[in-house]
């Protein structure tokens, strides 16, 4: 498994952590990061040496959100191109969500935007007590579109609508009370909690475990190929528009959106 922005380690125990590894730009996700992502996603789930995947991150931040040098490229692309990249994203979201081993989710640092998507495609997420969280896209004239039926499902749409659309940044508290997080425990004390659930899945059967996740994907929210193009198709009418270029735009000229007040 050769990659340029994530690196796995596996144990003797069969317990791979899967690192986000781009700390440099915040582990923001790059087209590159998306594919690598997919493709471990595949190579894990169908390896059976692997029993449980922890999801972590080297730097000080978990996940930054979205490369907005990436982002800004979109601008320039025609609209097919830009729906094809949207729908990277979300498939790689799907093979995290459906892979067939018990995923972890080690966070620390910030987790913003398809950082919070993140930490919703897994089974359980603990976070360290000095987490900040949002969903930023509101902010930048985007939506949280591709990652929306996975933060929808984790939070429920009540609890969701306390922070999908204000952009608003939140703590660790807060994030277990949104269901987001598990737990949030002090930084020194994260790679045991970690640990605390990653044991139980070892004395289980491995097929039973992505048996048993899969039937619980089938009961929960559906989240098909039909729900994904919805999500493609809105995040392609917010490239087309005025305030994603005026948001991006002003990110990257360091001044306020014309909408910001205060």
Known sequence: MNYETLSIEMDTRGVATLW?????????????????????????????????????????????????????????AAPAVRSTEAAKLAYMLQALNTLPKPLIGRLHGNAFGGGVGMASVCDVAIGADSITMALTETRLGLIPATIGPYVAARMGEAKARRVFMSGRRFDATEAVQLNLLARAVPADDLDAAVEQEVVPYLSCAPEAVARSKALLRHLGPRIDEEVIAHTVGELAKCWDGAEAREGIGAFFDKRKPRWAQG
């Open 20 to 76: 986000l590894d781009r700390a440099e730009k915040h582990n923001a996700l790059s087209a590159q990061m998306i594919a690598e992502l997919t493709r471990a996603a595949g190579e894990l789930g169908g390896d059976p040496a692997v029993r449980a995947v922890v999801l972590a991150a080297k730097g000080k931040t978990f996940c930054a959100g979205g490369d907005l040098g990436w982002m800004r490229e979109q601008f320039d």
